[in-house]
């Protein structure tokens, strides 16, 4: 798994986020990144675009966990489902896989905004 894990540190955008990856498992991956003023929306939110781009990270590299070594990962397509404001500190991104199949990689990730002890489900993405 250490592959994820040197992939990630090669992407500029996820350390312009602060994201960090916490949990590396096969078929599944999180990502946090903390709600910052630089991340946020004009209402106050964390903006779609950090959850869309935490989770995209988050489902692919889930993706890359099954995948033989010499195999690279690119999203083709996702959708975003925004579910709720994002208010908190912190944004979880759990990826996981939905279907391995040779070529195309179904995925999902769920988003949550994360105050205190209280998280709450934010969005949803679904790709390949």
């Not at 489902?81 to 994002?86: D, I, T």
């Not at 990689?105 to 679904?126: C, E, M, N, P, R």
């Amino acid at each position: 798994m250490q592959r994820i894990y040197d992939s990630f540190a090669k992407q500029g955008l996820m350390a312009t986020l602060g994201a960090r990856i916490t949990d590396v498992q096969p078929g599944a991956v999180t990502i946090t990144a903390p709600i910052q003023a630089a991340t946020s929306q004009q209402q106050g939110f964390a903006h779609a675009g950090l959850s869309f781009s935490i989770g995209d990270s988050a489902a692919g590299y889930s993706a890359l966990t099954l995948m033989a070594p010499d195999q690279e990962v690119v999203t083709t397509e996702m959708k975003i489902h925004l579910l709720a404001p994002a208010v908190g500190d912190l944004l979880i991104a759990r990826g996981k896989v939905l279907r391995a199949g040779r070529r195309l990689v179904v995925v999902t990730a769920d988003i949550f905004s994360q105050q205190g002890d209280s998280q709450k489900h934010v969005a949803f993405l679904t790709g390949s």
